[in-house]
C-alpha cells in the first residue's frame, strides 16, 4: 500500500509565496515522475508541474517562471515553491506520483487535496 501525504498551501495575499511538499510512504519499489496537479472551482483538474526521476521538468505555461518543483529522492519527496502567487493559483493542488511497487507493476497514485487560497 503506497500513500502520498501533502503538507502545505494555506492563505496568502497576492504576490506572496507558499512551500508545498508531498511524501510518498509504503511498498514503494521505485518513483517515477512526480508532479502537481490543481483544480479550481467549475474547472477541470490541470497539471501545474511535473518532475522525472532524474529531474526533468515540466511547467504549466501559467506558472512558467513563477514555480519551481523539486524533488528529494532519498527522502520520496517532491516539493513545488510557488513565488509571486496570484488570485487565479487559488485551487485545491494536489501530488500525483507514478509509484512501482513491484519491477513490473506501475500505478498511479495522488495525495490528498490541500487548498491555497490567494487573495487580491
Known amino acids: 500500500q503506497v500513500q502520498l501525504v501533502v503538507s502545505g498551501g494555506g492563505l496568502v495575499q497576492a504576490g506572496g509565496s507558499l512551500r508545498m511538499s508531498c511524501t510518498a510512504s509504503?511498498?514503494?519499489?521505485?518513483?517515477?515522475?512526480m508532479g502537481w496537479y490543481r483544480q479550481a472551482p467549475g474547472k477541470q483538474r490541470e497539471l501545474v508541474a511535473s518532475?522525472?526521476?532524474?529531474?526533468?521538468?515540466k511547467y504549466a505555461d501559467s506558472v512558467k517562471g513563477r514555480f519551481t518543483i523539486s524533488r528529494d529522492n532519498a527522502k520520496n519527496t517532491v516539493y513545488l515553491q510557488m513565488d509571486s502567487l496570484k488570485p487565479e493559483d487559488t485551487a485545491v493542488y494536489y501530488c500525483?506520483?507514478?509509484?512501482?511497487?513491484?519491477?513490473?507493476?506501475?500505478?498511479?497514485?495522488w495525495g490528498q487535496g490541500t487548498q491555497v487560497t490567494v487573495s487580491s
Open positions: 518532475i522525472t526521476s532524474g529531474g526533468s521538468r
Open positions: 509504503g511498498n514503494i519499489f521505485s518513483i517515477n515522475s
Open positions: 500525483n506520483a507514478a509509484i512501482q511497487t513491484s519491477l513490473l507493476y506501475e500505478n498511479n497514485y
